[in-house]
């Protein structure tokens, strides 16, 4: 980041050579560029619709992926098994995703995202009629097959749903506002699910009937992808492609070919937001995996309180999320809300690791609310505000979500085997939160000040209009610097950046593995 602070702003891009190949996102060809037909662009009401249609989606998602680890000392209990043994259930779906992930990012920028969402959520109910099976008959091997069956269902979802709402919406005009408002819907499912599955094994007096109610959830989710699979036909028949008012680029839900070349120059600005996730969000998903654990020791209550505690922790803020993202699309400030999530984070795990009261623990739950709900809707907007390519969104998020897999396994296999080691424990587990709190806040302010100092990260603090009246050409001189000017170096960053990843991704096959022999062994 140093190299372009210092040189970003002295490159004359007039006498750079240019490139045949290199077009500018008016120039880029799309299946969706016919205007001569009569076909208008999409009208709000239709996007409202879509925006519904994939929040009802994810709403059930969500509550399906709450029900885990809101369940972890009752699936202790019944199932028999220790902290390893559920930290490895939990990665089961990680494990998956590390290694299927890109794949799908790929095939969904080339099909598109509905036939994905369809498909997807086909395989995720079977899988999670798997495990509710495998928790009736209280089988744990059983389990970890049903849960990586489900998550091949959830691999391709995952991608489709984001690669949707960028094909229809671009930054800084309502890509951010959708992205809170589904993220909400999603956190209503989670909160739901979670607080209610203890309650639900209870009344019903066996904890398999929790994964079964989640199995009809996820019938009206396939009801939904349905549904929103035939108006995303209707509307590409009647309506003509969306397009960036600000750049020009088409936008497009599904590509002519598939864009290897397109992913190997992938911005450092892009890998920099990727920095800043591998920190919070894994921090983020594994504190949520142990949160009802923790709060039944930390407030000596049983595990339905506890579980009303830690939904609300992780779920509570869910009003400010898609606040959140209409903040983002008006006022821009992206970097700046990047730092305050790692901070506020940073913050709760500090109370979490040096205040141990009962207040001490509820005030750091409560900041912990907060923070991560700054975190999905800044990190992915930011992400898609990096890129140059829309086409490539899928790909690129893909990349995000496969690193964030595999960070969780690493954190999730250690702090098992940490609170095993520990007599049950939390007391050396949370210090891994506060280490990973420390590293989001490090990052998130690397990013901020470079906002200011160099014009590649600029971008992420753009206000709407700041991005529409004279980002283009900003933007097109960055791309240019990066494409052309510095080719060589863009690729070399990028490759070296895959290479990482890469060695994470082993990493977290290797921590999975040690897990499933010391689980099994236990």
């Not at 299927?100 to 079977?126: E, F, H, K, P």
């Amino acid at each position: 980041m140093a190299d372009d602070t210092s040189d970003s702003k002295s490159v004359d891009v007039v006498s750079a050579p240019v490139r045949e190949d290199i077009k500018t996102p008016s120039e880029e060809p799309s299946d969706n560029s016919d205007d001569s037909d009569g076909r208008k662009p999409p009208p709000l009401a239709a996007k409202l619709c879509a925006v519904a249609l994939i929040s009802c989606i994810s709403f059930g998602s969500h509550w399906s992926s709450g029900v885990t680890g809101a369940m972890k000392s009752t699936m202790k209990k019944e199932m028999h098994i220790d902290n390893v043994q559920f930290s490895l259930l939990e990665a089961s779906e990680d494990f998956m995703a590390t290694v299927l992930l890109l794949i799908s990012g790929v095939i969904t920028d080339r099909v598109g995202g509905a036939q994905m969402i369809v498909y997807g959520n086909i395989v995720y109910t079977i899988g999670s009629i798997l495990v509710a099976a495998a928790a009736t008959v209280r089988s744990f091997d059983f389990m970890i097959g049903g849960r990586i069956i489900l998550a091949l269902g959830d691999i391709a979802t995952q991608i489709a749903q984001y690669k949707m709402f960028s094909s229809w919406f671009p930054p800084s005009n309502g890509f951010a506002s959708t992205l809170g408002f589904e993220l909400a819907i999603g956190k209503i499912g989670g909160f739901i699910g979670k607080s209610t599955s203890n309650i639900i094994a209870s009344k019903t007096g066996n904890f398999a009937w929790v994964f079964w109610t989640a199995v009809f959830m996820n019938l009206f989710t396939n009801a939904a992808s349905a549904a929103f699979w035939f108006f995303n036909i209707y509307c590409n028949r009647h309506y003509k492609g969306r397009r960036d008012e600000a750049t020009k680029e088409q936008l497009t839900e599904k590509n002519k070919k598939f864009e290897f070349k397109k992913m190997f120059e992938l911005p450092w600005m892009f890998w920099a937001v990727m920095g800043f996730s591998i920190f919070q969000t894994s921090a983020a998903s594994v504190f949520s995996q142990n949160a009802t654990e923790l709060a039944e020791k930390r407030f000596n209550v049983d595990s339905i309180k506890a579980g009303w505690y830690s939904s609300l922790s992780q779920y509570a803020g869910f009003f400010l999320v898609p606040c959140l993202g209409v903040f983002i699309d008006v006022l821009g400030n992206r970097a700046s809300v990047l730092f305050i999530c790692g901070l506020g984070m940073l913050l709760s795990m500090v109370l979490i690791n040096f205040a141990t009261s009962h207040a001490g623990t509820g005030a750091a739950f409560g900041i912990y609310g907060i923070a991560v709900s700054f975190g999905p809707t800044s990190v992915i907007d930011s992400i898609r505000t990096t890129l140059w390519h829309q086409s490539v969104f899928g790909s690129a998020y893909a990349l995000k979500v496969t690193m964030n897999n595999a960070m969780s396994i690493i954190i999730r296999i250690i702090t098992g085997a940490l609170q095993d080691a520990d007599d049950n424990s939390y007391r050396r587990v949370v210090q891994v939160y506060l280490v990973l709190g420390a590293g989001a806040t490090v990052v998130g302010a690397a990013i901020l000040i470079g906002s200011f100092v160099t014009d590649n990260l600029a971008p992420l603090q753009w206000t709407r209009h700041k991005r529409l009246t004279s980002g283009a050409a900003v933007i097109e001189r960055i791309r240019e610097r990066s494409l052309v000017t510095q080719r060589e170096r863009t690729r070399k960053i990028s490759i070296l950046c895959f290479a990482a990843l890469l060695l994470l991704t082993v990493g977290s096959w290797v921590a999975y593995i040690w897990g499933a022999v010391t689980g099994h062994n236990s």
